[in-house]
């Protein structure tokens, strides 16, 4: 398979503290690739340097063999690199449907369209239609953010990131203080996406990760301590010891 | 869904908020027709003069509405874009051509090239830093404007600025001018209300509220800080052209902190983001003040304090009010 996103060597510090050491992933087009790894272990430092809202100190990133490294956050979302966050960060005064028509907009090129009405940009309107669809947001698509609960403003995030519809969807917790169930109907929903992008997963639900993802890379401490299939993970015992600890992984 | 748009459209909350739409509609173009008329109902020459003064606060008040209310950037400096293309038309009118479109048209463009170059580095900030570095912009050009003597006419100012001419005829004093600057007025009121309807207008919104959340769906947040500001000054600068023509004269007052002050309060007052409320403020702003002045002298200070009491009892502005009201009239949603 082809790769569709690579990262080679990036690194980060905040003055002392090394957030992000020397990490490599290599992200195949169509997969989910998982991101896991204890609290402070440099996942959201490491999202913010690769889409552009952080300068990381070393290391490159390239999207289908192009080199996006110093591309600014908003040219890397033309690229197709998009993100959502792991605090909600939604537009409160407007409806779940106009958040994802913003988006819808902007992908295709109508930011500077002084001109029409935005709410008269058709194309726009059905994507963000489709994406509300997609994630089961559609019934709730007139409530704002405010409005929604906790699950269904984290499944907004994910659909705001469709509309731009991206070549890699970069997830930061989607599933953050969810429900368990909650936290399944996004699961199926990462899964689903993943045959129109490719997906970088950060998440803390070891069930989930083994059960979804295509690759896993571990991270403590800003390094990668393990990289490979979820068979591999789940039983290699630095990951164990480092991370899964006492979590029961499975008979097989 | 597969469904057609088009049946979707029909549903009671379409067809409620289309009727408010409509209802909208007829009352800007009431609003207008009122505007126009008013130099036909026996106002007196007096009046005339005062409203045409508050129209063109309003034009003014409008400029900033788009940093304040729609971007979110607050602009502690803000008689800058104003305060520059009276100069700008002033010294133009004077020395090359008095024609309204022209004098307008280098004040604009005059203002859109200083817009350019202050928000290369203004564009960077939000927030307090950007009020400081908006006020410190505009006090450095009212200093100019007092010490280049020989451009600027130093305290004095411009005198002797003439009467602007409209496809070569002079546009008389009073009503003549006033029904100029109503239909400027009414002219940027449409095109702003397009503006701010527009996609562009939309992602402004999106930087208001979150600037990080706005580039991570693709908007180059600075460019469109740029933009829009550009875009205010040009307005501010509309509105400038009709105050220099207004007054025969420009003045480096007009650059003052005091007026970027009143300008911002007109704003807030009005109700930010109506892009109308504004114009309400600025028209009770300038009717009020005449009224005060004459027999009050600490007027700043009263208009100071009423601004705090509003800012705190009233944050919404007048505009913001009467939306509301509006709302309840025209109910988007059944029960
Ligand atoms: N802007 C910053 N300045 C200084 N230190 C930072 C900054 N951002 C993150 N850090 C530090 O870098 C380390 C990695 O943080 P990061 O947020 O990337 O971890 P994480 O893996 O996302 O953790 P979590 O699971 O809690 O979200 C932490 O020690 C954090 O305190
Ligand atoms: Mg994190």
Sequence with gaps: MASAFLIEGLHKSFGALHAVNDVSLDIEAGQVHSLIGPNGAGKTTLFNCITGFLQPDAGKVFLKGRDVTDLPSHKLVKEGIVRTFQITQVFGELSARENVELAARSREGLNFDFFRKASACRAASEDAEESLEVVGLIEKAHLRPEELGHGDKRVLEVAIGLALNPEVLLLDEPTAGMSRTETERIARLVRQIADRTSVLLVEHDTEVVLSISDTITVMTQGRVIAQGPPEQISRDPQVQDAYLGAVEVGED | ?335
């Design chain 2, 1 to 335: 869904m597969a469904a057609s748009p088009d049946v979707e459209n029909l549903t009671p909350d379409a067809s409620r908020t289309r009727s408010r739409e409509v209802a909208t509609q007829v009352l800007l173009a009431c609003s207008a027709l009122l505007v126009l008329a008013v130099p036909f109902l026996g106002a007196s020459p007096f009046f005339i003069t005062l409203l045409t003064e508050a129209l063109i606060f309003g034009i003014w008040a409008m400029s900033l509405d788009l940093l304040v209310g729609y971007t979110g950037l607050v602009s502690f400096g803000h008689a800058a874009s104003f305060g520059f293309a009276t100069y700008a038309a002033g010294i133009f009118a004077m020395n090359v051509s008095a024609d309204f479109f022209l004098s307008t048209a280098v004040a604009i463009i005059a203002a859109a090239a200083v817009a350019f170059l202050t928000g290369l580095v203004v564009t960077r900030l939000s927030g307090i830093a950007f009020a400081i570095l908006t006020l410190c912009i505009c006090q450095v050009l009212f200093q100019i404007s007092v010490v280049w003597r020989s451009f600027t006419g130093g305290l004095d100012g411009l005198i002797g600025v003439p009467l602007p001419t409209l496809f070569g005829r002079e546009v008389e004093p009073g009503e003549e001018l006033y029904l100029l600057t109503a239909v400027s007025l009414i002219v940027c009121y449409l095109l702003l209300r397009r503006l701010v309807e527009s996609p562009f207008g939309k992602t402004l919104l999106a930087i208001r509220a979150n600037e990080d959340r706005a580039a991570a769906i693709g908007i180059d947040v600075r460019r469109h800080k740029l933009v829009i500001l550009i875009i205010s000054w040009m307005t501010g600068g509309v509105a400038g052209t009709l105050f220099v023509f207004l007054k025969a004269g420009a003045n480096p007052m007009s650059l003052y902190w005091i007026e970027s002050g009143n300008i911002l309060a007109i704003t807030i007052l009005g109700g930010i983001g109506t892009l109308f409320g504004p114009v309400i403020g600025a028209i009770g702003f300038i009717f009020i003040r005449d009224q005060v002045t004459t027999m009050y002298r600490a007027w700043q200070f009263s208009f100071g304090l009423a601004f705090v009491l509003a800012v705190l009892f009233m944050p919404s502005g007048i505009g913001g009010i009467a939306e509301r009201i509006w709302r309840r009239l025209w109910p988007a949603r059944s029960s």
